[in-house]
Nanobody
Framework: QVQLVETGGGLVQPGGSLRLSCVASGSSFKINDMAWYRQAPGKERELVATTRVGGIKNYADSVKERFTISRDNTKTTVYLQMNSLKAEDTAVYFC??????????????WGQGTQVTVSS
């Protein structure tokens, strides 16, 4: 199994910045893709950004040029740097990884989520 723990959420004024972190832990796993999703009240969960093996990164149109996804050299931590935050970025942000467990089974893994609130 893979456990994901997100940190870095909070309250920030419009135009401000936050950096989210997600650390993966467990035993006998290998991570492939890592991503951030978000879910605003009354809305469906949406993809924010992904980082794939090989370094390919993709962003939702609504966050391009403002958000940056990255992962550390151990490939078990993923970050989301969020700049120029807007009220519409308010949501619970979830970390996601696609991981190979025990060398046999590929599995979708989710964190618990961290609240980001953009408000003056």
């Amino acid at each position: 199994q893979v456990q994901l723990v997100e940190t870095g959420g909070g309250l920030v004024q419009p135009g401000g910045s936050l950096r989210l972190s997600c650390v993966a832990s467990g035993s006998s796993f290998k991570i492939n893709d890592m991503a951030w999703y978000r879910q605003a009240p009354g809305k469906e969960r949406e993809l924010v950004a992904t980082t794939r093996v090989g370094g390919i990164k993709n962003y939702a149109d609504s966050v391009k040029e403002r958000f940056t996804i990255s992962r550390d050299n151990t490939k078990t931590t993923v970050y989301l740097q969020m700049n120029s935050l807007k009220a519409e970025d308010t949501a619970v942000y979830f970390c996601y990884v696609f991981a190979l467990i025990n060398g046999r089974t590929w599995k979708d893994c989710w964190g618990q989520g961290t609240q980001v609130t953009v408000s003056s």
